[in-house]
């Protein structure tokens, strides 16, 4: 086997003899150089620039099947100097796992053994590779769950998760993916295996011995090493959901609301959401929409509760009460149930939007998502849309889908903040990306000048909001790059990503931070 061009950055003889290497550790089936292989490892469902595709495909792909294979593929990249780049489920809407500088790109979907599970201490031990969902069908029979629950869901590895420090959608009942995993395993730049966690063993929550690491190498969007293995907390399984649908003809009741039931002190809420009358629309007017409303709804709310039967039913009645004395109207248990169940099918749907002229195009979806207050929420809707309606009064390509926020925690204190975005993918090309881009950096400014930051989920690596990065983090974005300088000296690590090029700056100068 041999790749029909070298090994970006390496001579024909070097690109050999990694080849070979990496075919001795892993053998010849996982290592894999066909066009196809390459190609649908390139890039993710967030809008792409497609007219550049080809200058983001890795040059081999691999796919190790056990910890120490992930160590020796690291191993090898980083004594040959070759970008690496970690893949997971590549759900990832802000270019995470797309590899910059080609080079390797390391499939991780192999590593899905449920090693442990752990009744007694509600605990299990599983590979990167397994999704949110295989591993609640196996922890179904226990009565457990693993309430990381993203829109991602069916097809969202644990690995990344890690990389990306996921946002749950039931996240105010149980936590993020960063409160879930106890600890796991991760193989450093250099090939080195360590296990990160709150100290002590594996189950472990809580630790005063030394820095807490776990949280170092969670987010890191694969530029610190490549998770191999973790361990995770697990709940009893719900006896009861209450998940109500209500609407609002105004969105300033609807926005107060939300503030309302997050603080109703209801033990059992798990979250809550916030459609704008953009979003309303969009719902309305196109194939997807899941809530047909009337022109008078300016606005919907959505709540969730999980618990025991008992807990539920009194949570149930205090929710409603809190939205009654809001203004809501009840849609009624059908759209309630419903949609709340629907929640991760929208993520895997086809999309399609409208154009300035009103032509229905193929659209794919982008989310912008932020961390903002709730008491900031309405000034940056407005500067939000206000900023997608001039873009697309300047191109027929993109389509404003509307906005949504969700709780992050049981108080209420900020939220995760959404303004999806259609863009006609198809269409793209070097002045609508760069518009494109422009955007997404002033979308990225606001929500900074309103104190929020300028992700909650997805991370901010791509082009535009990570220009921003080191105005958001401060002084703390120097300490990012000393950290990624010491432990990946080389800058073999996903290079290319949140800017960090910047740690290595004869390698830097004349490089863009995308």
Known sequence: MSTTTPLSGLAPHLSDRVLAELTDVLGGAHVLTSRTARFSRARVPAPFPVHRWSQRVPDLVVLPGTADEVAEVVRIANAYRVPLVPRDGGTGLTDGAVPM?????????????????????????VGAGVSMLKLNEVLGPYGLIYPDDPASYPCSLVGGRIGTSGWSLVGSRY????????????????????????????KVSKSSSGYQLKHLFMGHQGTLGIATEATLKLFPKPEAEFS???????YDDAHRCVRELAQAGVATFAGAVLFDEWKVDYLRRDDEAYIPQPKDVRALVCAVAYGNEDEVRAGAKRLMRVARDAGARYLGDEISQGDWAARHDRYATPLHGRTRSGQVAPMSWHCEDAAINHTELPAVRREWHAIVDRLRERYDVFDDWGMFCYTSASTGVDYLTEIDIGIWEQRLDDETWAAWVDAKREIAAVALRHGGSISACHGSCREGEVD?????????????????RTLDPNN???????GLDRAYPAESEGEGTS
Not at 101 to 125: F, Q, S, Y
Not at 244 to 250: E, L, S
């Open 244 to 250: 109500p649908f209500w609407a609002f003809a105004d």
């Open 175 to 202: 936590g993020h993916t960063r409160d879930l995993v106890l600890s796991f395993d991760i193989v450093l730049p250099t090939g080195r295996l360590i296990r990160v966690g709150d100290g002590g063993g594996r």
């Open 101 to 125: 500088r080609r080079g390797i790109v390391v499939d991780v979907k192999r590593l899905d053994a449920v090693t442990e599970i752990d009744t007694d201490n509600r605990t299990c031990t």
């Open 492 to 498: 073999v690590m996903n290079p290319g990503k949140y």
């Open 468 to 484: 921003l990065v080191p105005l958001e983090l401060g002084g703390g974005y120097d300490v990012m790059l000393d950290i990624k």
